[in-house]
């Protein structure tokens, strides 16, 4: 509303003031409703974010590869204090996600009562890598029942392993030390690639190593899936040369086959050092060197060692020990020693006996025993004293390692050992002093086995040498490595042994020695 063309005019109205609100031109009225908006921080990015969450309705299980309880595995709910081991287990199953198409995966799904931790520590150990050698983790799920998934289909190596593939076994030994598994169960086939690569815990190898590998054998191995073919590890292993030869044997010895023998009396003349036929005829002897045993090696109960004549003198300090305890001390690599021996020469001993391979008897090994002394100490009485006491331990005798029955006379006699306040030993303390004193008297353990080995590894060995250049029917590749060498035993002295044998005593080792606790052999 306007006034136009107006002049000395009023408008009054009503009481008090009035008000003129005057707009010219269109009136426009225009009603604004706004909302209090809140723009919040922005999200702190945890680990977890940098993969894809995956549901659990996304995930289309296709094929189980392997279910398995979760063992050494340790978590730490409330600090170091708290430690206690995980109770769970893996299921791993090849799988599609939906929107990915034809697109292969690996899941890892948790069970269990400690599923979380169990997962937490997978999660851990491979969010962090993008190693080609290493499963690559695409998505997790953190339901109920978490799960990691990985990228194409993967086949744990020991879905296919078989325990005779010796040079697959000692190649996969070379890839575990490469890639920095805790095990041969940590090695995977990855599918697409056709690559050996590390993941987690997957179905236990009985991988017989043992090889204890030194720095000039390491091998920087090729890891592609044909080198699991046992053909093709051999073939690529020959080409280490002669710095391969030693360790063969130690691989090849961890097949051996232990067993403790019977109490017959006639394994009493059986020896340490000779190869046997499973009907107890000797086949060969083996040259010991003089020093395959060293003595004894204490706990920490016994300090100051001082070595005399056929005697060592030990200082006792008990201190929190509840035993004292002696083992025989072997030389380096005497444990092994004869067998390796036996293996570098088997197919010449057969072939000097005229024994077919195909034909022959399972020989076996008496394998040198394992001496320990052992005496418990009381936790009635207070051990420390001002005045010294020394424990005096004689050195086995070097004839008492020849035979079962000389080993027993030698831990029948009580001369093993004495206890002393003199240092230089002239004078024991006697028995009856040393049990008021709560000195022990250290009992004597003997464990003894028969170890033999499967037809195949003779074979292996055979055919390694072959390979090397040797032939498996002489002596030159044991005398290449230092060996000990072997004797034949021909058939008149076969006979000869077998009706010694015969003529031993026939009372029961095990009830010869009752009064020797755990005494095998």
Known sequence: MSFSNNSDFQIGGGEGETTVNIVGRDQHNQNFYGKV?????????????????????DIYGVEEVVTRDIRDLWHFPNGPSSACQVKARRMIYSAKIHGKGNANF????????????AWEKDFVDFSKSQKPDTIQLFGINQSEVPALIFYDKLIPVGNGFKEESVWTSMYLHYVREHEGCESESQLWIDTKRGRICRGPDGPRIRNRTGLLLDEKARLNVPLTMEMLREDISFRYLLTVGARLDRLVLRHAQWWQRSRVPSSDSKMHGLHFDVVYSDTGRMLARIRCPDDLYCGWEPNDTLTDTHHMDGIVRYTFKPGERDAVVLCVKDTPDSMFLLARSWLAQTLCVFDKLSVPLSEKEEPFLVAAPQITLRGSLRRDIDYSSETTIYLFVRLIPPDTWSTASSLKSWLLSNQSHF???????QTAIPLDACQRMGLPRLLSTVYVQKLTWPRYIYD?????QTARGFDPKTRDFARSLGLPVLDVVEPKEQKKATEHVDKV?????????????????
Not at 419 to 425: A, K, L, P, T, V
């Open 106 to 117: 690996t899941v890892i799904s948790y069970g269990g009562p400690d599923a979380r931790a």
């Open 37 to 57: 908006i809140h723009v919040p921080a922005e999200k702190k990015r945890t680990k977890y974010d940098e993969f894809r969450y995956i549901i659990s309705g």
């Open 419 to 425: 206890w002393s306040f003199d240092e230089e030993g």
């Open 505 to 521: 005593e026939s009372t029961s080792f095990w009830a010869a020695t009752a009064d020797i606790p755990a005494v095998a052999i």
């Open 460 to 464: 292996v060995i055979g055919k390694y």
